[in-house]
């Protein structure tokens, strides 16, 4: 088992800069894929960002892309989603997710592990 704990999650202006940490723990190996997601009120889970926590490129959606960095902390076990220029339409509930598939996905599916996820707000 997996277990995953996202935190850093809060009330922000458009414009603003908001940083959230995963704290991952229990049976993890590292070629394991990682993923952040989030789900707006009223919408499907989606992907947003995810990388390899061994290493590599990270694979972002479009709509993030340029404003999201995703990395990882190996000494302490963490995956952190730095958000930056945030808009009031990346208002979420955000998730921490890990697979143990060995190919690039952002199928929400491919993902075992989830964190209880974390809320941010954009207000305009």
């Known amino acids: 088992q997996v277990q995953l704990v996202e935190s850093g999650g809060g009330l922000v202006q458009a414009g603003d800069s908001l940083r959230l940490s995963c704290a991952v723990s229990g049976r993890f190996f590292s070629n394991y894929r990682m993923g952040w997601f989030r789900q707006a009120p009223g919408k499907e889970r989606e992907f947003v960002v995810g990388m390899f926590w061994s290493g590599g490129s990270a694979d972002s959606a479009d709509s993030v892309k340029g404003r999201f960095t995703i990395s990882r902390d190996n000494a302490k076990n963490t995956l952190a989603l730095q958000m930056n220029s945030l808009k009031p339409e990346d208002t979420a509930v955000y998730y921490c997710?890990?697979?143990?598939?060995?190919?690039?996905?952002?199928?929400?599916?491919?993902?075992?592990?989830w964190g209880q996820g974390t809320p941010v707000t954009v207000s305009s």
């Open positions: 997710a890990a697979s143990s598939t060995v190919y690039i996905t952002r199928r929400v599916r491919d993902y075992t592990y």
